[in-house]
């Protein structure tokens, strides 16, 4: 089909960069970026280590807290970076796949101490296993301190450990509730209140160590509930080993793979999601016991993956096309890209609750938002000097302009109100 190469550039990706050569199979232009390793990961970050020690700093000298403090100054060049690397990514179907994942194994702003290591959560735990096994990506998720402080299980003691019979502390719940509820089985599974106790008592002594180097995962058998739990029907020893043995049962689960599925066609085709598309990539998820790879190839491959785009872009990836689409050089850029955004509703790193931001069009465009987004677009042209709407637009819609949005282009009254009639368009609003 003659629109596929900006399909897929929309659907799938973060709309097309300025005038970049148009894939001549769309098809294995997304199956190529899943090859090898993550380019973005190829310029070193902050790691979880060093967010840890600069916090673990402002906790001993509360004079370094605001806007100068080693954690903030470690929260905005890591943020920096991530918009830098995605206004430019040649691999944008691999960079969408990490914000899906990072969405889905939310970790937020809301709970300030994460500001110090949300950067390297997306880096060390989400990134580096897109294209391998979920299993891998729960245990990375459920080690990694971001997600430890988010649901507090660093404070989450078993009663009749050491440490609990001592300070007479008990169980926090919240990381296991939502490992259940969001990131795996779901309530579909017809788990129970026990079954969350049991698999809260499981993940005592998943901890971290912030003071002392090593600084990161820390497992303290002092803190762990003795004994053998039952999540499920399931039988798990005491100590890691038994915590390892839970998440990996968990994350196998045909109620796990249904649940992705769901929400990886909710994300890319279609706010309700087609059965017989789930059916397609649960089969793939099952089969290949979890490998994330295979799923995200068969998305591509899904008929209902190429029907007309209706997805309403959140506002994130809405400016990011924009910006991408326009090209400009560095010193006509937004000044702050992420306020931008935040005042578009959707704040980078601050969902809401642990279930992230929510992939459908009822929350996005509402006429509230449109407006927002028309008026931002209005006051961004401005920047765009000489730039021709009608161009833009066929080289980063193409055949998905409609012949309704053509004309307003060109019928526009002068070259602002053209431009702004593009970006705010109907087709621009969806991937």
């Known amino acids: 089909m003659q629109s596929q190469p900006h399909h897929a550039l929309n659907r799938f990706g973060l709309g097309r960069k300025g005038d970049e050569p148009l894939p001549s199979d769309p098809q294995g232009w997304l199956a190529r970026q899943l090859d090898g390793p993550d380019p973005a990961l190829a310029t070193p970050g902050v790691s979880v280590a060093d967010g840890l020690a600069a916090l673990q700093e402002e906790r001993e000298n509360k004079e370094l807290r605001g806007k100068q403090s080693p954690v903030a100054q470690i929260f905005l060049r890591e943020r920096g970076a991530l918009f830098n690397q995605l206004l430019i990514s040649d691999t944008p179907f691999r960079d969408r796949l990490a914000l899906f994942w990072y969405n889905h194994f939310t970790v937020s702003l809301r709970r300030g101490e994460c500001t110090a290591v949300v950067n390297a959560f997306i880096r060390e735990a989400i990134r580096p296993h897109v294209t391998g096994r979920f299993t891998d990506m729960v245990m990375a998720v459920m080690r990694h301190p971001a997600m430890l402080l988010y649901l507090d299980n660093a404070q989450s003691f078993g009663p009749d450990s050491p440490f609990g019979q001592r300070q ?26 026990a079954d969350v106790t049991s698999f809260a008592k499981i993940l005592t002594g998943w901890s971290l160590e912030m003071k002392t180097a090593p600084r990161g995962f820390r497992y303290r058998p002092q803190t762990h509930e003795p004994g053998e739990q039952v999540v499920m029907g399931q039988r798990f020893p005491e100590g890691e080993a038994g915590g390892v043995a839970a998440l990996t049962w968990l994350s196998m689960h045909p109620s796990t793979y249904h649940n992705l599925a769901m929400k990886l066609v909710r994300h890319f ?11 397609r990539i649960e089969a793939v998820l099952n089969r290949t016991r979890g490998d994330l790879k295979a799923a995200s190839l068969e998305l591509t491959r899904l008929p209902e993956a190429w029907q007309p785009l209706s997805k309403v872009r959140a506002p994130v990836e809405y400016v990011l096309a924009v910006l991408r689409a326009t090209n400009l050089p560095v010193d006509k850029m937004p000044s702050d890209v992420p306020g931008l955004i935040a005042a578009l509703g959707q704040p980078l790193y601050a969902a809401p609750l642990p279930n992230g931001w929510p992939d459908a069009a009822s929350e996005w465009a509402g006429s509230e938002a449109l407006l927002r987004r028309i008026d931002w677009v209005h006051d961004f042209t401005a920047r765009l000097g ?31 109100d053209a431009l702004t009639l593009l970006l705010a368009s109907p087709e621009f609003q969806r991937r």
């Not at 509730?177 to 129970?192: D, F, I, K, N």
């Not at 730039?387 to 004309?407: I, K, Q």
Request: proline share 7%; glycine share 8%.
């Open 386 to 416: 000489g730039m021709d709407a009608e161009a833009l637009g066929e080289m980063a819609l193409g055949p998905l302009l409609s012949a309704s949005t053509r004309d307003a282009v060109r019928l526009a009254g002068d070259r602002r």
């Open 269 to 279: 085709v279609a706010d309700d999601p087609p059965p017989a598309a789930v059916a």
């Open 168 to 193: 007479h502390k008990g169980l926090n719940e919240n990381l296991a509730r939502e490992c259940m509820e969001l990131h795996t089985v779901t309530p579909a599974a017809g788990y129970t209140q």
